[in-house]
């Protein structure tokens, strides 16, 4: 699947790809990964009926369920973080909106659509989840669980900045059930940290795996972010053979992109500078090409445009794999994204509106999208092409419409350009094309959607 040659002066050649080309290729500001579809830009109030609509019908006896929760809260905002969080509250304002959180769990509990059902997969995160005490740990899972029971759960997956973690959260967290911990180490060096906005150093990323790994979570993942400002061809590959080194289970690698919400985005508009302080495209493609050379040489799999796993039989990605077939998402907390029976939902996006809902006995619905049933066969191609791979045979199943005679042109051009490879049988995505693939994916989007790539 690797593009690339694994022998010494092909690697050096690669790392050392100029970061500054005349390609067109720079990154500018704009969401570049594809989080879902349609757009969250056609997401509107005048939707929120509908979520009621479905939350009022019967239960389904063929979807799965994922619970999700939203912890806003972090010791220190990220330059290039566009998440809502808060840097700024006391306990008694985070215990506060954890009471708000179970509030907004005990309502969709009661409704028709969600009681009693089970979760299938449960997934905290942020903000930063680490970021709450023990005791505040336990007291949220423990309330989380007798509305919503873990005891059917495959997955509970945690986010965490090295920074929070003790040997002691840990262990609570090994506790309270979450069997994938997932590390938001970015990288090993404490320049790039610093100049980056991480709160956390290298010492404590070494320390919080030293700790996680010593207490059998069944998987440790480790973020990586590839292109971050003053990064340079030399500390990337000493940041992925640390990251080698330190075996984790598996490790996730983003691309570095500036959204508009950011620190960095707001120093580039003070400054007139239409391109981000950070790699281009060409070269953050090479840099993760090489990364992906390095871990398949140490027995990891490419599992996905952004995964390696070192054992794919035993690691996989519940949350992942079932929201990408559809499964409903009960998502709760500041700005929290979720979805039923295909109507998509965005929850208030400040504090303080969503907690006067909850407090006044509402669901806390900013906006929302009812899919048709096109959309959701659109929004389930496209997100599983990030996998690799996909199936014609399962829309053809589940949809009755076959992705091949579906889009032959943009399929087409696609295999001719060497991104796909297309048999009845299988999609496959190459390797130059996984690099590359949200940028791919809008070719499949309905016409009045393809303009919104950067909203």
């Known amino acids: 699947m690797s593009s690339s040659s694994n022998e010494p002066t092909g690697l050096i050649e690669k790392l050392k790809v100029p970061l500054n080309t005349s390609t067109g290729d720079d990154t500018e500001a704009g969401n570049y990964f594809v989080a879902n579809y349609p757009p969250f830009s056609f997401w509107s109030p005048d939707n929120k009926d509908a979520v009621h609509d479905v939350l009022n019908s019967p239960r389904p006896d063929d979807t799965n369920l994922g619970v999700y929760f939203h912890i806003p809260f972090c010791r220190k905002r990220c330059h290039f973080c566009y998440f809502r969080v808060y840097t700024d509250k006391n306990a008694n304002e985070i215990n506060a909106y954890l009471d708000a959180g179970i509030k907004e769990f005990e309502r969709y509990s009661r409704t028709s659509y969600l009681a009693g059902r089970k979760p299938q997969f449960v997934y905290f995160g942020g903000g930063t989840p680490s970021y709450l005490s023990v005791n505040q740990l336990k007291d949220l899972t423990d309330r989380m669980k007798d509305l919503f029971p873990w005891d059917e759960t495959e997955e509970v997956a945690f986010e965490c900045e090295p920074g929070t973690l003790t040997e002691k959260k840990l262990e609570a967290l090994r506790e ?195 899919t048709s049933h096109d959309e959701r066969f659109i929004r389930e191609f496209v997100l599983q092409l990030k996998l690799g791979h996909t199936r014609p045979g399962y829309f053809i199943e589940k949809y009755g419409e076959d992705p091949l005679k579906r889009f032959p042109a943009e399929l087409q051009k696609l295999v001719d350009d060497g991104y796909f490879s297309v048999s009845p049988e299988e999609i496959t995505v190459s390797r130059d094309g996984m690099l590359q693939i949200d940028r791919l994916l809008h070719g499949f989007f309905l016409d009045e959607h393809r303009d919104a790539r950067y909203t």
């Open 176 to 370: 309270i059930g979450v069997t994938r911990l997932s590390l938001g180490i970015e990288n090993f060096d404490d320049h790039i940290l610093e100049v980056n906005g991480r709160a956390h150093r290298s010492k404590e990323a070494f320390r919080a795996l030293g700790f996680a790994k010593s207490l059998g979570f069944d998987q440790v993942n480790i973020d990586l972010i590839a292109g971050m400002m003053d990064e340079t061809p030399e500390n990337w590959q000493k940041c992925v053979e640390t990251a080698i080194e330190q075996d984790p289970d598996c490790v996730t690698i983003y691309q570095m992109e500036i959204p508009y919400n950011t620190t960095i985005y707001k120093e580039m508009q003070e400054s007139g500078r239409v391109t981000a302080p950070v790699a281009d495209w060409p070269t953050k493609r090479a840099w993760v090409d090489w990364a992906f050379d390095q871990f398949e040489n140490n027995g990891y799999t490419v599992s996905s445009a952004y995964t390696v796993v070192k054992n794919p039989e035993q690691t996989k990605f519940v949350y992942r794999d079932s929201l990408w077939e559809g499964a409903d998402l009960l998502s709760a907390g500041v700005a929290s994204f979720g979805h039923f029976g295909g109507v998509h939902y965005q929850n208030q996006a400040d504090v303080g509106p969503y907690m006067t809902a909850v407090d006044s006995g509402d669901l806390p619905i900013f906006r929302a999208y009812p």
